[in-house]
């Protein structure tokens, strides 16, 4: 059973279609992280939330933290082809050493 | 460019053969970690350097696995004697010495063992 539960594993869209995609756990965390991944490359840090409620808005995208901090919901506004990618949840490992565990992601495709 | 670099891009190579790959962190970066990435799945931690010490290393991280970080700048990643089941994209990231500062991710290596 992963940490970090993420849904839907595919997402195929038209562009100007609104999504959400969700990462749910039954563990407390102090931040949850969201990240975007390219075909080929390595993941890129999108937004850090930490506090429960917390509502982080980055141009067309806005994540939310769950007030108990145990799940997190990301939603695109009018997606766009450019918003194509996996798109990943991570928290810091509380053994030390700050690692990152991550979710198995939601493959986003935007068709235009 | 100053990020995070690998090489190979890409690595094809037959089963039992020996395979390395390397990690140029970020120049004043001093934690390195490896992560393994199957197709369908998120990055899996691998091990972990503080500077020249390797300080964690993952179940996952069989005795095939050796990694090191000589200089405390890059760092090599060795598999011996490859098997099918290593296939996988093997990421670098580095970060700056306080432990709640940010991840760089490298663009990463392709294994294709056949």
Redesign the interface.
């Known amino acids: 059973t992963q940490l970090l539960e993420q849904s839907p594993q595919f997402l195929s869209i038209q562009e100007g279609e609104n999504l959400t995609v969700y990462c749910n756990s039954s563990s407390v965390f102090s931040s949850l992280q969201w990240y975007r991944q390219e075909p080929g490359e390595g993941p890129v840090l999108l937004v850090t939330v930490v506090t429960g409620g917390e509502v982080k808005k980055l141009k067309r995208l806005t994540f939310q933290f769950g007030d108990a901090r145990k799940d997190s919901s990301l939603h695109i506004t009018a997606a766009q082809p450019g918003d194509t990618g996996l798109y990943l949840c991570a928290v810091h490992d509380s053994g030390g050493y700050n690692k990152l565990i991550f979710g198995a992601g939601t493959r986003l495709a935007v068709h235009p | 460019d100053t990020g995070?670099s690998q090489n190979p891009?890409h690595k094809i190579t037959k089963r039992g053969q020996n395979v390395t790959f390397r990690c140029d962190p970020i120049s004043e970066h001093n934690?390195l970690?490896w992560y393994r990435q199957t197709l369908?799945?998120?990055?899996?931690?691998l091990t972990?350097f503080?500077n020249e010490a390797q300080?964690?290393k993952s179940r996952l991280l069989s005795d095939r696995f050796s990694a090191e970080r000589p200089k405390g700048s890059f760092s090599t990643l060795e598999i011996q004697r490859t098997e099918q089941g290593d296939s996988a994209m093997y990421?670098c990231?580095s970060?700056g010495q306080r432990?709640?500062e940010?991840?760089f991710?490298?663009?990463?290596t392709?294994l294709s063992v056949l």
């Open positions: 995070v891009r934690r970690y369908g799945q998120g990055p899996e931690f972990y503080q300080l964690e990421l990231a970060g432990l709640n940010k991840l991710f490298g663009s990463g392709q």
